[in-house]
């Protein structure tokens, strides 16, 4: 027996078959497509943030090349050291507070920054002399040192006949 399908059914139907399709178009095929785009503008986002982070880099690295041709251009430029040159500095400072009845605290070595090259190695020098002019000649004799040296937290006190001074005293190596 054949079911003979009324106008209304049949629109019904129609309108079945094309929601049927769509749904299945929508489900099927559109939403895996934006997933894909969307996916993929998230990647190329990423791609372009770590590529502007990349030329940053480069630009540094061609900032501190044409930095360090300045710096080796100049012949008054001292080199760093390579690492634990501790002993050759113990020369020094005794050759330098000599004179000067002194205590040394040194500290361990760090990196400047993370992954660098270059180590910090601090040192808390406290010494008496008994002028001001000696120990301006003591702190020249630091500054004018053949090993790159920073020199902080200096602090001079008259203390009866002599005058006290303590300070920070960081020299720079080269890690290998």
């Known amino acids: 027996?054949?079911?003979?399908f009324t106008n209304r059914e049949k629109i019904l139907l129609v309108i079945?078959?094309?929601l049927l399709i769509a749904v299945g178009y929508w489900k099927l095929i559109l939403t895996p497509i934006n997933d894909s785009i969307d996916a993929l503008r998230q990647q190329t986002a990423s791609e372009q943030d770590a590529l502007i982070q990349d030329s940053a880099r480069a630009a540094r690295l061609t900032q501190m090349k044409a930095e360090l041709e300045t710096?080796?251009?100049?012949p008054n430029a001292k080199p760093l050291p390579d690492f634990d040159n501790s002993e050759k500095l113990l020369v020094e400072l005794n050759t330098i507070l000599s004179g000067t009845d002194y205590?040394?605290?040194f500290a361990n070595p760090t990196p400047l920054e993370t992954g660098s090259a270059i180590?910090?190695?601090p040192i808390s020098l406290t010494f008496e002399v008994s002028t001001y002019s000696a120990a301006r000649a003591v702190l020249d004799a630091l500054h004018d040192s053949q090993y790159v040296n920073l020199i902080s937290d200096l602090n001079m006190d008259?203390?009866?006949s002599t005058v006290r001074t303590t300070l920070s005293l960081t020299y720079f190596e080269l890690q290998k």
């Open 1 to 4: 027996m054949k079911h003979v």
């Open 16 to 18: 079945l078959a094309v």
């Open 71 to 74: 710096l080796l251009s100049d």
């Open 103 to 105: 205590t040394l605290n």
């Open 119 to 121: 180590l910090a190695r």
């Open 158 to 160: 008259l203390k009866g």
